[in-house]
């Protein structure tokens, strides 16, 4: 495997769903892939830079009071956890409201959706990871709204009308499940360290 393809790959990915998701999507409904090559060749390679950004910012912010690895290895192991769990979930979340909107519910498709989406998520976790004092910079993660809702006409076969209610109700679904995980593994490692 050509590491550099990959990388250039990965990132074409995450600049295209930012700066057109219109046109992405429309490559990603064309692509062929299981759930287990989304998560090897884009998931899991943007959650170890989440992960290493984490323990970057974890030991930049421990320089003055002494270094302690197992807070590094805390700090890393949340950010993985707790955007993998949530994604995990989403997915779940959307593919079960899939049916209720009229649609026929897929797994891959709707896995699709979530982990794409969560894009603008993840980039956020990477710069709160080594620089945790940009929180204005959190508002991007709304960014994920955008990308969702341009995604459901294409990945998902919904009825027109109830396309709408349907990103807006699956945006915020994933929202609060990002935020009430975050909240407890940060609450769970927070007590640990």
Known sequence: MNLSLFIKNLFSRCIGIIGSPKTEWI?????????????VNFLFPL??????ASMIGSYFHMAGIGFARDIVIVSGLSSILSISVSILISILA??????????????????????YSFVPG??????????PWFYILGLFFLYSYYIFFHGTPVMLNIPTERQSNFSTLSST?????YLMISFIFSSFFGAIQ
């Open 122 to 131: 993840i980039l956020v976790a990477i710069i709160f990871g080594m620089i």
């Open 173 to 177: 679904t994933i929202l609060i499940i």
């Open 47 to 52: 959650l170890i830079l989440t992960a290493v």
């Open 94 to 115: 959307i593919n079960s409201m899939i049916r209720t909107f009229g649609g026929t519910p897929n797994l891959n498709q709707a896995a699709k959706l979530v982990v």
């Open 27 to 39: 490559k990603i409904k064309e692509e062929e892939g299981s759930f287990f090559q989304l998560v």
